[in-house]
């Protein structure tokens, strides 16, 4: 299967909420409506500072996405880049694609004068540590987190 990836486009706002909605729920997690519609429309502005890419398959099926970012940070001249969310139909899953979006995300970061790629996966999550130990390394950081 040949993977495409392309920044996602307004067409896309169905088949990116199905899949959105994949996501959510395999992260045991629920939004409002109201907060996913706005995720859209910020990853629709080009003026925002969240960024989204879709990899589309052969027959010109998106089959995943991916969300990031770039940030300030304390220890570096450039900005750091924050890949925020990455997801993959079943369908879709080992031909590439996830492979491909990081790779994609990596390019516009180096692009943009990023010294660093990053993201959090859950511990539980192997399919997905499987990809990531090819592709990156593992750092021993934990994350702690206090909701507001």
């Known amino acids: 299967m040949t993977i495409t990836i392309r920044p996602l486009a307004k067409t896309d706002k ?11 729920t395999y ?5 409002d ?15 925002f500072a969240i960024h989204g890419l879709g ?6 099926n998106l089959v995943g ?3 990031y970012l770039f940030h300030p940070v304390t220890w570096s001249k ?8 990455l997801f993959t139909a079943k369908a879709a899953r080992n031909t590439g694609a996830g492979r491909a979006l990081i790779e994609a995300v990596a390019d516009a970061a180096r692009a943009s004068g990023a010294n660093q790629l ?7 999550n ?10 990156a390394d593992k750092t021993e950081f934990i994350k702690y987190k206090k909701n507001l």
């Open 33 to 47: 409506a109201d907060v996913t519609e706005l995720t859209w429309a910020r990853l629709m502005d080009v003026d």
């Open 27 to 31: 992260y045991r997690s629920e939004l």
């Open 65 to 67: 996405f991916t969300h």
């Open 118 to 124: 990053y993201w959090l996966t859950e511990d539980h």
């Open 126 to 135: 192997k399919r997905a540590h499987y990809l990531y130990d090819k592709v």
């Open 78 to 85: 450039g900005p750091r880049c924050y890949l925020e969310d």
């Open 14 to 24: 169905p088949i990116w909420h199905e899949l959105w909605q994949g996501y959510l």
């Open 55 to 60: 990899a589309e398959n052969t027959e010109g």
